[in-house]
């Protein structure tokens, strides 16, 4: 019944019992992840809090791109295991798991030790946050499709990405205002917080009745397979290179945290 109610008031239309909730099961697990995505930000709260903690400057200027490349690259690597599963909602479940573990370090990390160690255990949790958030992010889109109707899709990421934003944005305020104060030991807790989030998420997506894909293949495809397009297709390749170019817009607010 409380599925029911969540799709009608999300997706503003009724659905059957199976597809409430399913939809619901997604609408939570996206909502907790958004959260916790923005109370773990590497380019300005986890910038911040190495600067506090006495970290090097080239670890923190290598938050970002330890972020970016690890969630992005594997995904060439994860793509094929992904399409070759009957069932793909282990991906993203144990992709949110293994987050709110990383996240759960970190925190850790910032109340147990200072300086160039705590840098060093940040940064490398954070990595393997990344890769663990390529699991979700090369899995997630296709176990929507397969699981949620078409046509309240938009509906339900748009909504879980509205009540993510208001509540990083309150975070946000809380840390202006200093209603949320600006200490190391908070924030260690706000990360704990993000993991813990996480965790909730990964376990509440296993829950989600998923049918298995008879079209699964079990091709073998070298990686040069995968990286074809980047060649042939022209569009594509500018539009990555476009996309690479802007990846300054991502690196500068670290330095800026330091400044």
Not at 33 to 39: F, M, N
Not at 80 to 89: D, M, N
Not at 174 to 179: K, R
Not at 180 to 205: E, H, N, Q, Y
Request: net charge positive; hydrophobic share 55%; charged share 15%.
């Amino acid at each position: 019944m409380l599925a029911e109610r969540l799709h009608a008031l999300v997706a503003n239309t009724d659905a059957d019992a199976g597809q409430a909730r399913r939809f619901s099961v997604h609408f939570v697990a996206l909502t907790l992840t958004k959260i916790a995505d923005g109370l773990i930000d590497p380019k300005i709260v986890l910038s911040w809090l190495l600067s506090a903690l006495g970290a090097p400057g080239y670890l923190i200027g290598a938050l970002v791109p330890v972020r970016e490349s690890g969630a992005l690259l594997p995904q060439l690597l994860l793509a094929r295991p992904i399409q070759r599963a009957p069932r793909r909602k282990k991906f993203w479940a144990i992709g949110s798991i293994v987050q709110g573990l990383a996240a759960l370090g970190m925190a850790a990390a910032a109340l147990l030790t200072s300086g160039v160690t705590a840098g060093w255990i940040i940064v490398g949790c954070l990595a393997v946050l990344a890769v663990a958030r390529s699991s979700c992010s090369a899995s997630h889109k296709d176990v929507l499709a397969r699981t949620v109707e078409k046509g309240t899709r938009g509906a339900l990421s748009g909504a879980a990405g509205t009540i993510g934003a208001i509540a990083v944005f309150a975070f946000a305020a809380g840390l202006a205002t200093t209603i949320i104060p600006r200490d190391t030991g908070v924030i260690a807790a706000v990360i704990g917080l993000a993991g813990v989030l996480w965790l909730i998420a990964g376990s509440a997506f296993m829950t989600l009745a998923e049918p298995a894909d008879d079209t699964a293949s079990d091709d073998r495809y070298a990686l040069a397979d995968l990286i074809t397009p980047l060649r042939e297709d022209r569009e594509f390749r500018n539009y990555i290179i476009t996309r690479g170019l802007m990846i300054a817009t991502a690196l500068a607010p670290p330095f800026l945290v330091m400044m």
